[in-house]
């Protein structure tokens, strides 16, 4: 888990987990922000795979209020999955809103590879990891320390950013798009985070 990555006196600063068990997400957490989709709990299986559905082309997306900083000690695990490579794009990470974002991103127009994405004031930093996305599971995992960002795919580190990152503090953050006349998914296990407070 997360532990592996920070030094033991950050880990009492602060700790979120939410592994989406029972029938419904908690709203009080998480928001969802503008487009046309759905955010739902399945019948089965029972505890844990929360599904964030964009409707046909158009998108969803969903945030927690958590206020983290991204130059400090920052850890965030999403473990996920998307249901198509194609016409789609999936994204995990922090955000705030769509004007500050580190992010894991797939698009099926620019590639199969999954990508390492930085934005804010409107410049981006991308950085394509040659790894093919897949529908499998994964861990998805963004550590930020003191201006420089890495990136882990199933603990393995596949990449860093150091340039346009976010000064705004950020909450986890999952979107899933459709550009097509289908529904897209994305399946979420659960999500886990380490960080400074604010």
Same mark, same amino acid.
């Given at each position: 888990m997360l532990k592996r990555y920070l030094p033991v006196e950050d880990e009492s600063k602060i700790y979120f987990f939410d592994d989406f068990s029972g029938t419904s997400y908690n709203t009080n957490t998480w928001t969802t922000q503008s487009g046309s989709g759905s955010i739902f709990l399945p019948a089965s299986p029972i !505890? *844990?795979?929360?599904?964030?559905?964009?409707?046909?082309?158009?998108?969803y997306a969903m945030i927690a209020g958590l206020s983290l900083f991204v130059n400090t000690k920052l850890s965030v695990t999403w473990r996920a999955?998307?249901?198509s490579l194609t016409s789609s794009r999936a994204a995990f990470g922090?955000?705030?809103?769509?004007?500050s974002i580190i992010e894991w991103?797939?698009?099926?127009?620019? !590639? *199969?590879n999954w990508r390492l994405r930085a934005y804010a004031s409107?410049?981006?930093?991308?950085?394509?990891t040659g790894i093919a996305a897949d529908t499998n599971w994964h861990e998805f995992t963004i550590v930020g320390n003191s201006g420089v960002i890495n990136f882990f795919l199933d603990n393995a580190p596949v990449?860093?950013?150091?340039?346009?990152?976010?000064?705004?503090?950020?909450?986890?953050?999952?979107?899933s798009t459709s550009t097509t006349a289908a529904t897209k998914d994305i399946y979420i296990d659960w999500v886990e985070i380490y960080a400074n407070r604010v």
């Open positions: !505890g *844990g795979q929360l599904i964030v559905r964009a409707n046909a082309n158009n998108y999955r998307i249901n922090a955000a705030q809103s769509t004007t991103i797939y698009e099926a127009a620019l !590639g *199969g409107a410049t981006e930093t991308v950085v394509d990449g860093v950013i150091t340039t346009n990152l976010p000064t705004s503090s950020l909450g986890p953050f999952v979107k």
